[in-house]
C-alpha cells in the first residue's frame, strides 16, 4: 500500500520568506501527484499537479518539483505571504481511482 | 461557478440513526469520489464511482453505501451511525481517471458528528 509522508507537520516562518514544503512516498509507481492547499473549515484547492512523465511544474509563486526514483517531491514557496498561511496536503496518484494523501503540513506567514 | 457541492455541511447524529450526504457536480465529471479526513490521518478513500450506474470500494468501505443514479450526483448513506464515523468527509469529482493531468476538484466537506 502507497505511504504518502509530510514533513515538518508545521511551519512558522515570518513574511517574505522562501520556503519548502516536502512530500515522500513509498511506492514510485505513480500516475501523478498534486499539491493542494486547505484553509480551516474548508475543502480542498488543487494548486499544482505534476504528471509523472514530468520534473517539476510552476504556477505563480509555487514550485513542486518530482523525484519518482528517490519517492519525493517538494512545493518551494517563494516570498512568502500572510495569506499563504493554510494546511497544504500532498497526494499521490497510484491508478485508475486511488489518491493517496498525506497527513498535511500546517503552514503559518507571520506579518 | 459551482463546481462541487455537498449537502448538508453540519449534521449531528445519535448512533443507530441513518442519513444520506449528498454531492452534486457541474463540470460534467464522469468520476467521483467520497473521502473521510480524520484528526492526524490524511483522506481516506471510501467509495467511488466511474460512470452513471456504478460504484466500487475504496480503502474504507465498511458501514457505508453510496449510489450513482444521475452522473452529476453522488449519495453516501451511513444505514446504522456508529461514533467512529464521526469525521470531515468530502466528496471529489474528475473527468477521468488514469489519465495523469486530470485533477480532482473538491467539495467544501459535510462536518458529521455521531453522538
Known amino acids: 500500500k502507497q505511504e504518502v509522508t509530510q514533513i515538518p507537520a508545521a511551519l512558522s516562518v515570518p513574511e517574505g520568506e522562501n520556503l519548502v514544503l516536502n512530500c515522500s512516498f513509498t511506492?514510485?509507481?505513480?500516475?501523478?501527484l498534486q499539491w493542494f492547499r486547505q484553509d480551516p473549515g474548508k475543502g480542498l484547492t488543487s494548486l499544482l499537479l505534476?504528471?509523472?512523465?514530468?520534473r517539476e511544474q510552476t504556477s505563480g509563486r509555487l514550485n513542486a518539483s518530482l523525484d519518482k526514483s528517490s519517492g519525493r517531491s517538494t512545493l518551494y514557496i517563494a516570498a512568502s505571504q500572510p495569506g499563504d498561511s493554510a494546511t497544504y496536503l500532498c497526494?499521490?496518484?497510484?491508478?485508475?481511482?486511488?489518491?493517496?494523501f498525506g497527513t498535511g503540513t500546517r503552514l503559518t506567514v507571520i506579518p | 461557478n459551482a463546481g462541487v457541492t455537498q449537502t448538508p455541511k453540519f449534521r449531528v447524529l445519535k448512533t443507530g440513526q441513518s442519513m444520506t450526504l449528498l454531492c452534486a457536480q457541474d463540470?460534467?465529471?464522469?468520476?467521483m469520489y467520497w473521502y473521510r479526513q480524520d484528526p492526524g490521518m490524511g483522506l481516506r478513500l471510501i467509495h467511488y464511482?466511474?460512470?452513471?450506474?456504478?460504484?466500487a470500494k475504496g480503502e474504507v468501505p465498511d458501514g457505508y453505501n453510496v449510489s450513482r443514479l444521475k452522473k452529476q450526483n453522488f449519495l453516501l448513506g451511513l444505514e446504522s451511525a456508529a461514533p467512529s464515523q464521526t469525521s470531515v468527509y468530502f466528496c471529489?469529482?474528475?473527468?477521468?481517471?488514469?489519465?495523469?493531468?486530470?485533477?480532482?476538484?473538491f467539495g467544501d466537506g459535510t462536518r458529521l458528528s455521531i453522538l
Open positions: 471529489a469529482s474528475s473527468y477521468t481517471a488514469g489519465v495523469s493531468n486530470q485533477p480532482q476538484h
Open positions: 511506492d514510485s509507481a505513480i500516475y501523478n
Open positions: 505534476i504528471q509523472s512523465s514530468q
Open positions: 497526494a499521490v496518484g497510484t491508478g485508475a481511482n486511488n489518491l493517496f
Open positions: 463540470m460534467n465529471h464522469e468520476y
Open positions: 464511482s466511474v460512470g452513471e450506474g456504478t460504484t
